[in-house]
């Protein structure tokens, strides 16, 4: 007996020294073109190479031009021979800035990430940043499928535990079948709990998710506890040594099926090796945690001898146990935070700091295993109270251990270090314009200048100085994140800023990808504590000559924009007050005579900020109305048409609704 923990740790030990990188949740690692990117003329196709394969049935992937609207040509699809990339193709559009967003499902572990990218076509080079590709987001975990995990986690452990405790510490002595059937029935209740958490998150259609794979593999789960179900039953009806080998199997089957669809099936090279470790894992967690509720089950109404002997039956078990969810559980940690070098990564990353809160119950956990052993288990039978102390000290374990199975079910919705270093560089995100603002406390006050201040390529400066006296904050970083109201699909892009001198901080970036008025968040690091001073940013369109002609006696202001080779645009907004209203534009030739147009697009800005794309309608060749409810505030209104012989024109103007 003393030989099977030396055989385990050597079996660890070979696992840990052959742990390659695991992946988990589908980052990009690389696009074609790159973010950042300036083109003379525009793709035929864009491309997206991730950190694992993509669910491309239930994935999405839009191309936005700067009014929002999307230009891709058909659906994002595999490409040939590469189940890492997808591919876009692109109809015929001209100059500008592009937008790339994506929400793909990960076909390994079905988690769900988002996150865009842009590049420009024929736009000035002008501080453009180095091509990098931008940065990803995950969900943040859900409370739903956390839940979920842990009922599935428990019933799985008990169920293990039943078969395995019954037949090494009690003598193939079946538990209460009542007890079984519940815990089956935990297991059931936790993978329709993910089921939902995950239909949701993904987004699709029932018949959609059921056919994506991530459906499938809930399906395989669900095969696995049907089985097992069929094994609680022949427990139920015949209970015995046959039947306790059969549950204790069919527990361990519906284990490895959880397994393959987890971060381990993410492994770029050896994900047989990943899956195998998870599921050592998986069944030695089970029997340690799940035999601690039995053990306290299974000496209720022993006495003696035959009590003492099954407590220090599990109680080797439970060594066992230990070492290999110890030896399995640094392998899983060293492939998805990584090895040798970036151990930083626990204290970076929320991955690395959940997995440190696991790391330090698990280690008050085998403290009181520990004291179970060398104290409580000698006295059982051969002192007064000997049990009575054990069963102290397992409850106490059985508390523990279910805090264990809480936290896991987060630690599995959250991105491996090592992923995150697989994908490729975050975005320098998001003018001359100038936000200014405060943190809540009024401690810090920031400067941020963005030039040029309209979509494109921008530099950013952030003066950042205190509140009061106004002298520079020796900052030890400064990061911007973007958000455009009414997009979630743009994500929440950061750009990090690098340090020019004291309270000087910069960085050039693409982020600034579309016309709106933009929520910038500014985090500022201090050595001892970090504040976030929001601000508000409005992209600045080129300038452009423009007389307006106020109207009187109820008539609306008119707007007169000069164009490209003598053309000009009228515009109006009709009556111009909150509620609905008409919006008109009519291109005109040098000499004074209507301009026919071949086609058009317009877009409103409204105070809240979010672009929205009005609909068309032509009253003449060159006459363009749209229906718009308008509120209180100012608007901003841009129109960009063109004619048979592809003569481009581009216009705005903005009126302030009483």
């Known amino acids: 007996m003393r030989r099977i923990p ?14 390659p990188p695991a992946g988990a949740h589908a980052l990009v690692r690389r696009s074609d073109p790159p973010d950042g990117a300036l083109l003379d003329q525009a793709p035929r196709r864009v491309t997206i190479t991730f950190t694992e394969a993509p669910d491309s049935s239930v994935s999405v992937v839009h191309v936005l031009d700067s009014s929002g609207r999307d230009v891709a040509a058909g659906k994002a699809v595999p490409q040939p021979g590469n189940p890492l990339t997808l591919v876009i ?32 076509v024929g736009v000035s080079p002008a501080g453009a940043p180095t091509p990098v590709v931008a940065g990803s987001s995950s969900p943040s975990p859900s409370p739903l499928a956390a839940a979920g ?8 452990a008990l169920m293990l535990a039943a078969g395995v405790v019954g037949l090494v510490a009690f003598g193939g002595k079946a538990p209460p079948g009542r007890f079984v059937v519940v815990s089956w029935a935990l297991a059931v209740a936790g993978l329709v709990i993910m089921a939902v958490a995950e239909r949701n998150a993904v987004g699709a259609s029932l018949a959609r998710f059921v056919h994506s794979a991530a459906g499938r593999a809930l399906i395989r789960q669900g095969i696995g506890l049907a089985v097992a179900g069929l094994a609680v039953l022949f427990l139920a009806l015949r209970p015995g040594r046959t ?22 099936a993410a ?24 035999g601690l509720v039995w053990l306290l089950v299974g000496t209720r109404g022993r006495e003696g001898t035959e009590r003492a002997v099954a407590v220090r039956r599990f109680s080797t078990l439970a060594g066992i146990a230990l070492i290999a969810v110890a030896v399995t559980g640094l392998q899983r940690a060293i492939s998805e935070v990584g090895w040798p070098t970036d151990w930083r990564r626990l204290v970076d990353t929320g991955f690395g700091l959940t997995l440190l809160i696991k790391t330090a119950v698990f280690v008050a956990l085998a403290a009181l295993g520990a004291r179970n052993r060398y104290v409580n288990v000698p006295r059982v039978g051969s002192a007064p109270g000997g049990i009575s102390a054990l069963r102290r000290t397992v409850g106490a374990e059985v508390l523990l251990a279910a805090g264990i199975l809480a936290i896991t079910g987060v630690l599995t919705q959250l991105t491996p270090p090592a992923t995150l270093a697989a994908a490729a560089p975050r975005a320098r995100p998001p003018a001359n314009v100038v936000a200014t603002g405060s943190d809540f406390a009024t401690s810090v006050r920031v400067r941020l200048t963005v030039t040029p201040g309209s979509p494109g390529p921008n530099h950013f400066e952030a003066r950042v100085s205190d509140y009061d006296t106004g002298a520079p904050v020796p900052a030890t970083g400064v990061q911007l994140s ?11 892009p950061t750009l990090d800023l690098s340090k020019e001198s004291t309270g000087m901080w910069a960085a050039h970036g693409t982020v600034l990808s579309m016309d709106g008025r933009w929520d910038v968040s500014v985090l500022v690091q201090e050595s001892s504590n970090a504040v976030t001073v929001p601000l508000t940013l409005e992209t600045r369109l080129p300038a452009e000559r423009i007389r307006t002609i106020p109207g009187s006696n109820g008539q609306p202001t008119i707007y007169e924009i000069d164009l490209l080779g003598g053309a000009s645009l009228q515009s109006y907004v009709d009556p111009g007050t909150a509620g609905r209203n008409t919006v008109h534009f009519t291109f005109f030739q040098g000499g004074g005579s209507e301009q026919p147009i071949a086609a058009a697009m317009a877009t409103a800005l409204p105070p809240t900020g979010a672009m929205t794309e009005l609909h068309l309608i032509r009253f003449d060749a060159g006459h363009f109305g749209a229906n718009v409810t308008l509120s209180p505030g100012a608007w901003r209104f841009e129109i960009h048409a063109s004619t048979q012989n592809q003569t481009m024109y581009s216009a705005y103007f903005t009126e302030r609704i009483p």
């Open 6 to 19: 030396v055989v385990a740790l050597l079996v660890g030990i070979l696992l840990v020294l052959a742990a």
């Open 89 to 120: 193709p692109m109809g015929k559009v001209g100059q500008g800035v592009y937008t790339v967003t994506w929400r793909v499902v990960s076909r390994a572990d079905g988690h769900v990430t988002a996150g865009s990218f842009s590049f420009g």
């Open 149 to 156: 995990r842990w009922a599935l986690y428990a019933g799985l």
């Open 243 to 264: 039947s306790l080998w059969a549950l204790a199997g069919a527990a361990a089957g519906a284990m490895l099926l959880h397994a393959e669809a987890g971060h381990a």
């Open 267 to 290: 492994s770029p090279r050896y994900s047989w090796l990943d899956i195998g470790a998870q599921w050592m894992h998986l069944v030695a967690v089970g029997i340690w945690v799940g």
């Open 482 to 492: 973007f958000a455009l109201p009414g997009r979630p699909d743009l994500g929440t």
